[in-house]
T-cell receptor, first 115, second 109 residues
């Protein structure tokens, strides 16, 4: 099992550019999520999905899009990058779609800089 | 919004000593989880304690939960250099976990 795989590890964008952060898991997890981590702050939830075709917004969804066409993949799209989106992004998954009484499995993160 | 708040923000101790970090939260919870993050890496789950539990152990880790005070503590006994990391608490209600800003732990050799 590879677990949760994120690509790329590093990315530099110019303001206004778009890009997609990839996330894939091979554990057949129903729940997948995207977080951003900024210095001095806890993780903040961007979007999450409880299964293929089902997504919902988290705490900070503006400027980001998601879709879930398969159980394995949950890409995060930045539509028009802004410097405020400079952050480290983590994808995380768990088996149970409906309960937080399970641990999350995290990818290794994508460090994004927007100039 | 930030539900869990860790205390202290940073902690530096000698190898072999015990490390204690605390987490406070504001609303009712189903569970509280602790995670570790090594520098530049993803988070790794350490332990989950449910709201009806008061104490839980896992190896050198001991977690307590006091729902009346809305607080939890993580104790790492006999610390090692490899314990150097940031530690985060996360409180769970429905679909979402709410995270604290973390405690940075440094173990000095």
């Amino acid at each position: 099992n590879a677990g949760v795989t994120q690509t790329p590890k590093f990315q530099v964008l110019k303001t206004g550019q778009s890009m997609t952060l990839q996330c894939a898991q091979d554990m057949n997890h129903e729940y997948m999520s995207w977080y951003r981590q900024d210095p001095g702050m806890g993780l903040r939830l961007i979007h999450y999905s409880v299964g293929a075709g089902i997504t919902d917004q988290g705490e900070v969804p503006n400027g980001y899009n998601v879709s879930r066409s398969t159980t394995e993949d949950f890409p995060l799209r930045l539509l028009s990058a802004a410097p405020s989106q400079t952050s480290v992004y983590f994808c995380a998954s768990r088996h149970d779609r409906g309960s937080t009484n399970e641990k999350l499995f995290f990818g290794s993160g994508t460090q994004l800089s927007v100039l | 919004s930030q539900q869990g708040e860790e205390d202290p923000q940073a902690l530096s101790i000698q190898e072999g000593e015990n490390a204690t970090m605390n987490c406070s939260y504001k609303t009712s919870i189903n569970n509280l989880q602790w995670y570790r993050q090594n520098s530049g890496r993803g988070l790794v789950h350490l332990i989950l304690i449910r709201s009806n539990e008061r104490e839980k152990h896992s190896g050198r880790l001991r977690v307590t939960l006091d729902t009346s005070k809305k607080s939890s503590s993580l104790l790492i006994t006999a610390s090692r250099a490899a314990d150097t990391a940031s530690y985060f608490c996360a409180t769970g209600s429905n679909y979402q976990l709410i995270w604290g800003a973390g405690t940075k732990l440094i173990i000095k050799p």
